[in-house]
């Protein structure tokens, strides 16, 4: 699990609006270049954001030399992290899929959507244990109080469905992504159904070398 609480490509994604399962086809997985994402970037080096009093900080590493959409970096543990956008940790075999189903957001314009799906426990569609499907909302700007100084953000919802093999899960969740640093600095869930513990998280601190 990652250290952003609630951020990791399972059952406790974030999530926005959804009137029933987007089909898992639904947005064709592209072959296209890894070319730089506009209206996004990953921390700099060294950039540090705390969640919490009692947490420890997660410090990024920058982008993947190869794809500036995926953002590399290290927990409050020192474990390391690969995030898509610098929030999702994909399934094994799923992080083109999550990579070009995130890449219409961007560049950032209110209104945009995307939808897109990807399989949890992947080996192939048949032994799956979920598919999950997402629909994304850019609302438009924000600006949030961290460590006493204004920070301007993004504001977008995600919709997280499943279609699970023991049971299905819909998560709503509003996110504040601040541009400027590249870091998502608060999320609040609503737990539309199933079994999960989405828990809401907030920026403390930001440290952008």
Known sequence: MSAVPALAGCAVLLAGCMTGPIPIGAIPISA?????????QCPKPGTAVTYGASSLPVTSAGADPADPLVCLGSGARGAPLRRVANLIEPPPGQERAIRDGLAPLFPIVPGKTAQFGYFQG???ERTATGQFMEAWTTVGPDTLQIGGKPVPTIVFTRGIENNQRYGT??????LW?????????RGEPTLL??????????????LVP
């Open 169 to 174: 899960l819909g998560i709503r969740w509003r």
């Open 193 to 206: 159904r199933g079994d999960a513990n989405p828990r809401p998280f907030v920026a403390t601190s930001l």
């Open 32 to 40: 296209a270049d890894n070319a730089p994402t506009i209206g996004f």
């Open 122 to 124: 992947y080996r192939n």
């Open 177 to 185: 992504f601040a541009p400027e640093s590249g870091v998502w600095v």
